[in-house]
Every structure is written in structure tokens, then in C-alpha cells.
């Protein structure tokens, strides 16, 4: 079965830049799930999509963060201007529609300088 | 919302010994609680979970244990090894297909 697949794995750039990151969820999976990981830190819930709805974005800073799962299956999150403080690995997740437990992605390491 | 409490943030045993992690939970509605382990710069893996119907589940050398009268579970690693070195993080959830929510996590560090 593959992962579910992150990119880039790396990304720097400059404070008030844009960024934009990928995920493709294991097939089948429903549900989708992003997370902020800062370093030292455990993973923060930023949005939960399930098919192309948004499920729960209570956490997601809306004035700079957004996300869209247009056709249900992949998704994008995008930061749009950067700060330093959003320096930190973004997981994403997926899991069949209503079972317990998601596989985790490798995440994309985004350093903001 | 829920909040998930872990402790100690680090923790070091030598080869053999056992390990114990405690995790408390806010959200009475909660009802999973897997457990996760990060190696440095890898993506989390589920290790072991326990749903709120039972009180204790084991895998070899890994356990958890739940409370829910207490709101608190529990991951213990036996006969520990090198390779158990990483970050452990507990979760909570309510009914499955809700977001988990995770503790701060705990580094553990064996040395042989």
C-alpha cells in the first residue's frame, strides 16, 4: 500500500513569501488532516477535511494559512505571507472515514528566514 | 476542546529497564488513546493503541494502560534497547473519525 505523500520535503524562504504545500493521501482514505509540528513540540491540529469538507479549521490561523481538498482526494495547504514563527514540519494525515488511527506522511520541513 | 497533559518531557533509562510514560486527558467524551514514536526526522508511527472499553493492552515489550476514571493512560516499555531511543507522544480522541489530539511528547534515551 503507498503513504501518503508529502512535497516538498524542504522548503526555505524569506518572512512575508508565499508558500504552498502537497499531499496525496493513501488511497481510499477520506479523510485528510493536517498538523503544524513545531520543534520539541507535538503535532498541532491545523484543518481536518473529510472528502472536499472542511470537518474542522478551528485552529488554522485564517488571516495567513488556507487549504483546500478541491476534488476530495489530494490537497494543499498554502502560508501566504510567512513569519519566522511559522517555522516547522507540516504532516499530513489520512484515514478511512469514520475508523480510528491515520498514517502519518514524511512532512515538509519549512524554515522561514 | 480536549487537552492532553505528557510526562516527563524527558526520560532516561539504561539498556533493560523499563520505561513509563503518563498522559492525562480533559475530554471525558475521549475514548482512543494511541501512542506514536518519532525518530529523528521521521514522520510518527502508531506503536500501540487502547480504546476505552479496556483497561489495559499489551504488544511484546509495550503495554498501555487506561484510567478513565482518572482520565489518564499510560505507555510502559519493558526490557528497553537502544533502538527504543526517539520521541513517544500520546493522543486522545473522541468518536473515531475526530482529530487526535496530541501531548507535548517525551524523549526517551536508553543507553546501552
Known amino acids: 500500500e503507498a503513504g501518503v505523500a508529502q512535497s516538498p520535503r524542504y522548503k526555505i524562504i524569506e518572512k512575508r513569501q508565499s508558500v504552498a504545500f502537497w499531499c496525496n493521501p493513501i488511497?481510499?482514505?477520506?479523510?485528510l488532516y493536517w498538523y503544524q509540528q513545531i520543534l520539541g513540540q507535538g503535532p498541532k491540529l491545523l484543518i481536518q477535511?473529510?472528502?472536499?469538507?472542511?470537518?474542522?479549521d478551528s485552529q488554522l490561523p485564517k488571516d495567513r494559512f488556507s487549504a483546500e481538498r478541491l476534488k476530495g482526494v489530494d490537497s494543499t495547504l498554502k502560508i501566504q505571507p510567512a513569519k519566522l514563527e511559522d517555522s516547522a514540519v507540516y504532516l499530513c494525515?489520512?484515514?478511512?472515514?469514520?475508523?480510528?488511527?491515520?498514517?502519518f506522511g514524511s512532512g515538509t520541513r519549512l524554515t522561514v528566514v | 476542546g480536549e487537552n492532553v497533559e505528557q510526562h516527563p518531557s524527558t526520560l532516561s533509562v539504561q539498556e533493560g529497564d523499563s520505561a513509563v510514560i503518563k498522559c492525562t486527558y480533559s475530554d471525558s467524551a475521549s475514548n482512543y488513546f494511541p501512542w506514536y514514536k518519532q525518530e529523528l526526522g521521521k514522520r510518527p508511527q502508531l506503536i500501540i493503541d487502547?480504546?476505552?472499553?479496556?483497561g489495559e493492552k499489551k504488544d511484546q515489550r509495550i503495554a498501555v494502560t487506561l484510567n478513565k476514571t482518572a482520565k489518564h493512560f499510560s505507555l510502559h516499555i519493558t526490557e528497553t534497547q537502544p533502538e527504543d531511543s526517539a520521541v513517544y507522544f500520546c493522543?486522545?480522541?473522541?468518536?473515531?473519525?475526530?482529530?487526535?489530539?496530541f501531548g507535548k511528547g517525551t524523549t526517551l534515551s536508553v543507553s546501552s
Open positions: 487502547i480504546r476505552s472499553n479496556v
Open positions: 488511497s481510499g482514505h477520506a479523510t
Open positions: 494525515a489520512s484515514s478511512f472515514q469514520g475508523r480510528y488511527g491515520y498514517t
Open positions: 477535511f473529510q472528502n472536499n469538507g472542511v470537518v474542522d
Open positions: 493522543a486522545a480522541s473522541k468518536p473515531a473519525g475526530t482529530a487526535l489530539i
